[in-house]
């Protein structure tokens, strides 16, 4: 069954760091590009990071740009999420998702979605 996990989620404080990771199984992890997506209440998806199956390709949010590195590595079947400097806006429920087609994923059309970590940033 194919699915995606979620983890590293959190109370952090204002400025502070947290790393997130998305564990695939079930699919050809390397054959999908990986993109995060977060949610907060009364609020719409966001796309936050996008990273392609090669990891040549990689495409920020301007909310998050210059304060998150997304990075996969295959052999682990895994996508990070490393999250600095965070805000009290970043409180949200992040998801991971993963589509074959890049572009589609960037819109949030994915065929595989994680069931998603919490983070919260409050002092």
């Known amino acids: 069954q194919p699915q995606l996990v979620e983890s590293g989620g959190g109370l952090v404080q204002p400025g502070g760091s947290l790393r997130l990771s998305c564990v695939g199984s079930g699919f050809a992890f390397d054959h999908y590009d990986i993109g995060w997506f977060r949610q907060a209440p009364g609020k719409e998806r966001e796309e936050i990071s996008c990273v392609d199956r090669s990891d040549t390709n990689r495409y ?3 909310s998050v740009k210059g304060r998150f590195t997304i990075s996969r590595d295959n052999a682990k079947n895994t996508v990070y999420l490393q999250m600095n400097n965070l805000k009290p806006e970043d409180t949200a429920v992040y998801y991971c998702a993963a589509n074959d087609d890049f572009s589609a994923l960037r819109v949030g059309l994915a065929h595989y979605w994680g069931q998603g970590t919490q983070v919260t940033v409050s002092s």
Request: proline share 0%.
């Open 60 to 62: 920020y949010g301007d």
